[in-house]
């Protein structure tokens, strides 16, 4: 991967090394994931509204990789600011910062990320605006490359469960384009690939905007992983015809207890795969577990609009006059999760003791 160099003033080179998130000099550059599998194409800005806008349009998509470019933009936007004094200057970041994180409600990555950033610069005793700007340039690249080192340790973890011609089905997308580096639900996939065992992919679909067929099924058919799409409302006969032996996931956000959001239809698959008796596990990092709330019934669910059912991808695929309702994430509960792959181990139920022994202590 080609890495991103900034000279911090204490001498020191830091870097931003992926791709899909990144930042150039004073600049947020992303794949628009909107785009793809058609396309693969870069959008480039330092606008506060354009990244809102990208946020919310989903060109940047995925819960660790949304914190990432809501970090790594404010920080460029920030770079811009002609504050005479660290208070004005404070001031425009924390209000940049309140508009970013009113894009997206469900990933708690986006409100980790940006109030890691502004609570860092209010707890600093930095003299000058221009102290402040490198500070937060700096911070938004940890994020990054914090995410990268994530995304590796979840891979290692999370690949004792994969042995040789294991059959995996995921949901959406968890791979490098939802993140900075491996992903997470992908990650013990690449690492297993990377060890040369024979695996088999399931991709759901993932309606209604088929992050799992647009995305999931591009990156790991770019990695030669063999990978399958199907609906998502085969995955019941899949598992029926014994041809999945785990399913991995994702998440948004995971309460104190283990219960976590997800893309819609996440819920649906663990039921299926509870009645089935197959493993069912999330992959996550730190940045996706709320400390603050006990269960998922405290989780805001985003709804989005109207179209995306009805009229995905410019066709007209229901009357025009229908009610729609089109929720973005379901909550899988806890007692259906068998395990959450996280960077320092898999965390098993009793998960609210053992999330805290991790954690916590
Ligand atoms: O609406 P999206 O595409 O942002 O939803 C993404 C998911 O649900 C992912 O599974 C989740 O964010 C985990 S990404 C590592």
């Known amino acids: 991967m080609d890495a991103v160099r900034w000279k911090g003033s204490d001498g020191k080179i830091y870097s931003g090394f992926q791709d899909g998130v990144k930042l150039l000099p004073g600049k947020l550059r992303l794949i628009d994931q909107t785009l793809l599998p058609e396309k693969l194409e870069y959008v480039e800005t330092d606008n506060l509204e354009e990244i809102y806008s990208f946020i919310k349009r989903l060109v940047v998509r995925g819960a660790p990789a949304i914190g990432c470019a809501a970090a790594l933009g404010l920080a460029a936007v920030s770079q811009k600011s002609s504050a005479a004094d660290t208070k004005t200057f404070m001031d425009e970041v924390s209000s940049s910062a309140d508009y970013l994180a009113s894009s997206r409600p469900t990933a708690v990555n986006l409100f980790w990320a940006l109030n890691r950033c502004v609570e860092l610069l209010k707890s600093s005793k930095l003299k000058s605006p221009d102290e402040m700007k490198e500070l937060l340039i700096r911070e938004a690249l940890e994020i990054l490359s914090e995410d990268i080192e994530m995304c590796r340790a979840i891979g290692l973890n999370g690949a004792c469960l994969i042995k040789d011609d294991t059959r ?21 996939i ?18 209604p905007l088929l992050q799992g067929a647009r995305l999931t099924a591009w990156e790991l058919d770019r990695a030669g ?16 015809k ?20 997800n893309k819609i239809g996440t819920y649906g698959l663990a039921v299926l795969a509870s009645y089935h008796k197959i493993p069912f596990y999330i992959a996550a990092p730190y940045s996706t577990i709320d400390f603050s709330i006990t269960d998922g019934s405290q989780i805001p669910i985003e709804e989005r609009d109207r179209d995306e059912v009805i009229r995905g991808f410019g066709k007209l695929t229901a009357p025009a006059s229908v009610n729609v309702f089109n929720p973005a994430f379901d909550v899988t509960p806890c007692e259906l999760i ?3 792959i996280t960077e320092r181990g898999i965390i098993i139920p009793p998960f609210i003791e053992n999330i805290e022994n991790l954690y916590r202590k």
């Open 190 to 207: 690449y690492v297993a690939h990377e060890k040369g065992l024979r695996l088999k992919v399931f991709a759901d679909e993932t309606r």
């Open 338 to 340: 068998s395990g959450i």
């Open 242 to 261: 014994k041809m999945v032996d785990i399913v991995i996931t994702g998440a948004d956000r995971i309460a104190m207890n283990g219960d976590s959001a």
């Open 225 to 240: 992983v063999d990978v399958t799409v199907i609906c998502d409302n085969m995955a019941a006969f899949v598992m029926r």
């Open 168 to 188: 995996i089905l995921t949901h959406c997308n968890a791979g490098a384009l939802a993140t900075a580096d491996y992903g997470t639900a992908l990650s013990p």
